[in-house]
């Protein structure tokens, strides 16, 4: 069965860092590309990064380029999203999900993260 | 980007049959996909390639369309299906419709 396990959300100031983690388990994680989606409280979802299986590309939205970094630990089944310079609207749920053709057949549970003063 | 419009909000009743449309600023071929979230939860996916239904997925649900109109189908509605809808296409990088909101009266 497949599961992704995110933690790391909190409460951070506007400025500062956080790292994200998703463990995976229950598939072959160094075989597939890996993303990290987030919702914003009562909106939409906003795909904003993608790494491929060996780390070899990554690609992220325009709302997040030059602050987030997405990163990958094969030998520990572990997905990251380092977050820096925070913003107010960067608050959201973020969720991992393992990629494939286009489409998101499994996702995490999410992890929160709130950026107030 | 490409820009994926939905509908806000439906209301049907039980066994009646609904349709939620999502329509794209520009062709996405089949690369569309619907996802049910539930509150508290995160997104499931239904519907993949347009009409590809997910294994699991009851046959109540189904997909069509291709280009620039999708449309994702219940029927018959079923109470458990309050929730909301969202499309995503794949074909230019990866965006998402704002949802449509199922409440089932």
């Known amino acids: 069965e497949v599961q992704l396990v995110e933690s790391g959300g909190g409460l951070v100031k506007p400025g500062s860092s956080l790292k994200l983690s998703c463990v995976a388990s229950?598939?072959?994680?160094?075989?597939?590309?890996m993303h990290w989606i987030r919702q914003a409280p009562k909106k939409g979802l906003e795909w904003i990064a993608l790494?491929?299986?060996?780390?070899?590309?990554?690609y992220y939205a325009d709302s997040v380029k030059g602050r987030f970094t997405i990163s990958r630990d094969n030998s520990k089944n572990t997905l990251y999203l380092e977050m820096n310079s925070l913003r107010s609207e960067d608050t959201a749920m973020y969720y991992c999900?393992?990629?494939?053709?286009?489409?998101?057949?499994?996702w995490g549970q999410g992890t929160l993260v709130t950026v107030s003063s | 980007d490409t820009v994926l419009t939905q509908s806000p909000a439906l209301a049907v009743s039980p066994g009646e049959r609904v349709t939620i449309s999502c329509r794209a600023s520009?062709?996405?071929?089949?690369?569309m996909h619907w996802y049910q979230q539930k509150p508290g939860q995160q997104p499931k996916l239904l519907i993949y390639?347009?009409?590809n239904l997910e294994s699991g997925v009851p046959a109540r649900f189904s997909g069509s369309g291709s280009g620039t109109d999708f449309t994702l189908t219940i029927d018959p509605v079923e109470a458990d299906d309050t929730a909301t809808y969202f499309c995503?296409?794949?074909?230019?990088?990866?965006?998402f419709g704002s949802g449509t909101k199922l409440e089932i009266k």
């Open positions: 999900a393992k990629g494939g053709q286009g489409w998101f057949a499994y």
């Open positions: 229950g598939f072959t994680f160094s075989s597939y590309g």
């Open positions: 790494i491929y299986y060996d780390s070899s590309n990554k």
């Open positions: 520009e062709s996405v071929s089949t690369g």
């Open positions: 390639g347009a009409s």
């Open positions: 995503q296409q794949s074909w230019n990088d990866l965006t």
